[in-house]
């Protein structure tokens, strides 16, 4: 017969964008299981799990069942959970972030033989064939790619487009994205707010210049900072097609 049984300990180590949903999607299944969970959420966005540490304690959990392990090095720099991924006493790694630190880690996993689960970036295309609606495109590509500022895994920030159509979907994107709203996200009618750091907004303007010096053509948007008053020195950048 089959015996379920609990994994034992659990390493979660979540992103900084969405970070309450990442660490649900871990804890929830692993708590349910039976299995007691270290959670190690990015330096950059720590507080909704720590909360969640709160709400689970207020509400019954047993001690040691979940514990939120905070901190790690400057902006920027992989790392940070070695003291976690190394213990030997950790039997089961899930991980949601960068590629190079995924990398990184299932090395450590494999020294140790220890269960994984790697979620790591990827650069899908938006396939556009010439019988899409090209209203329906755009909306699903304007969502894609500037919702969150861009900071998502499934970005939208390649299009694939059928040549019969691709000069029409160009201009109404680039009509739509000139019209795009920047400014701060508590405020009526921003449409996108500002990236999580100083660090991400030169990466990107860093990717912009790159592409322009291999010849690559700016249609809308750069490398420099919005022409919005009040946003100089935020974590902002223009949106660019």
């Keep these: ?3 379920p049984a609990a994994a034992g300990v659990v390493g979660a180590i979540t992103p900084w964008n969405y970070p309450l949903m990442q660490a649900a999607a871990k804890v929830a299944p692993a708590l349910a299981a039976g299995c007691s969970v270290l959670l190690k959420p990015s330096p950059l966005a720590s507080l909704t799990c720590l909360k969640l540490g709160e709400i689970g304690r207020e509400n019954g959990l047993p001690e040691g069942a979940l514990t939120v392990i905070t901190g790690g090095p400057p902006d920027g720099k992989e790392g940070g959970a070695d003291c976690l991924t190394n213990h030997p006493r950790l039997d089961l790694l899930s991980f949601t972030g960068s590629s190079a630190a995924g990398s990184a ?16 970036g990827g650069k899908g295309a938006l396939l556009v064939f010439e019988d899409a609606s090209i209203d329906a495109a755009v909306d699903w590509a304007m969502v894609g790619i500037f919702s969150a500022a861009g900071q998502v895994c499934s970005a939208t920030s390649r299009l694939l487009v059928h040549e019969s159509i691709a000069t029409e979907l160009l201009k109404a994107l680039e009509e739509t994205t000139v019209a795009l709203r ?9 449409q996108m707010g500002p990236v999580i750091s100083a660090t991400q907004r030169d990466r990107i303007a860093a990717a912009v210049r790159k592409a322009e010096g291999e010849g690559v053509e700016v249609l809308v948007g750069g490398s420099g900072p919005p022409d919005v008053p009040g946003l100089e020195g935020g974590y902002y950048v223009k949106p660019t097609i």
Aim: aromatic letters at 0%; proline letters at 4%; charged letters at 25%.
């Design 1 to 3: 017969s089959i015996v």
């Design 105 to 120: 880690l299932l090395h450590c996993s494999a020294n140790k033989l220890r269960r994984s689960s790697l979620e790591l």
């Design 182 to 190: 920047v400014g701060d996200p508590k405020a009526e009618g921003t």
